[in-house]
């Protein structure tokens, strides 16, 4: 599923955020990234959003060169940082209902499929409030709810446990079993605290300035 081959990311001319990383990760596997604050792992996620550029190396997903994977056709992929990305001047409803219309899917299919999100998640009391108007837990529960209505292939998660207290980290990892992890999409969790993803994530993958160090 996904292939990284020697990959290095640098900085500054002394500091590698990634050194010589190399990970195979199978299709439907689910994955803790560990380490402290600056170990690579939250870099990693963002090389493998195409949100950074990295130097040398090479990554593969599903036998296609990242650099040329487009994510509009080619594979679909969540990504959950500390901190979410919405349209912030709009309600949570037109924030869901968004990602089915870029899709063009019938404006009924729409109501139905964002409705049914809403009472899920048990979010009604928030379906018409703005995103500046909610904690950030709550943003993290719109969130993964709006990935929901995405069939992904690969999902992204940054250490977003270290904001949260542990009654809604309690709350929010089943959720993501739920949604993610037993539906086999392919997940990377990166966290600083490996105990609570021990019934969540099947391997465990350790970094160490940039390094892997299993």
Same mark, same amino acid.
């Given at each position: 599923?996904?292939?990284? !081959?020697?990959?290095? %990311?640098?900085? #500054?001319?002394?500091?590698?955020? *990634?050194?010589?990383?190399?990970?195979?990760?199978?299709?439907?596997?689910?994955?803790?990234?560990?380490?402290?604050?600056?170990?690579?792992? &939250?870099?990693? %996620?963002?090389?493998?959003?195409? *949100?950074? !550029?990295?130097?040398?190396?090479?990554?593969y997903v599903r036998d296609i060169n990242l650099k040329k994977l487009d994510f509009?056709?080619?594979?679909?992929?969540?990504y959950i940082s500390v901190v979410p990305v919405f349209f912030e001047n709009k &309600?949570?409803?037109?924030?869901?209902?968004?990602?089915?219309? &870029?899709? $063009?899917?019938?404006?009924?299919?729409?109501?139905?499929?964002?409705?049914?999100?809403?009472?899920?998640?048990?979010?009604?009391?928030?379906?018409? $409030? $703005?995103?500046?108007?909610?904690?950030?837990?709550?943003?993290?529960?719109?969130?993964?709810?709006?990935? +929901?209505?995405?069939?992904?292939?690969? *999902?992204? #998660?940054?250490?977003?446990? @270290? $904001?949260?207290? +542990? @009654?809604?980290?309690?709350?929010?990892?089943?959720?993501? =079993?739920?949604?993610?992890?037993?539906? =086999?999409?392919?997940?990377?969790?990166?966290?600083?605290?490996?105990?609570?993803?021990?019934?969540?994530?099947?391997?465990?993958?350790?970094?160490?300035?940039? +390094?892997?160090?299993?």
């Amino acid at each position: 599923m996904i292939e990284i !081959k020697n990959l290095y %990311l640098k900085y #500054i001319r002394e500091y590698y955020a *990634l050194y010589d990383v190399s990970l195979h990760i199978s299709k439907g596997e689910s994955i803790a990234l560990v380490g402290d604050e600056g170990s690579g792992k &939250t870099t990693l %996620l963002r090389v493998l959003a195409k *949100l950074e !550029k990295y130097d040398k190396g090479e990554i593969y997903v599903r036998d296609i060169n990242l650099k040329k994977l487009d994510f509009k056709t080619d594979i679909n992929l969540g990504y959950i940082s500390v901190v979410p990305v919405f349209f912030e001047n709009k &309600t949570i409803y037109e924030n869901l209902k968004y990602v089915l219309k &870029t899709r $063009k899917i019938k404006p009924a299919i729409i109501e139905e499929k964002v409705n049914s999100v809403i009472i899920e998640f048990s979010i009604e009391t928030l379906r018409n $409030k $703005k995103i500046n108007e909610l904690t950030l837990y709550e943003k993290y529960i719109v969130c993964i709810a709006r990935l +929901s209505l995405r069939d992904l292939d690969i *999902l992204l #998660i940054d250490d977003i446990f @270290e $904001k949260l207290d +542990s @009654e809604q980290i309690s709350h929010i990892l089943p959720i993501i =079993k739920k949604q993610f992890i037993e539906k =086999k999409v392919t997940t990377l969790i990166a966290t600083s605290n490996e105990t609570l993803l021990k019934g969540i994530c099947k391997r465990f993958i350790h970094f160490q300035n940039g +390094s892997v160090v299993n």
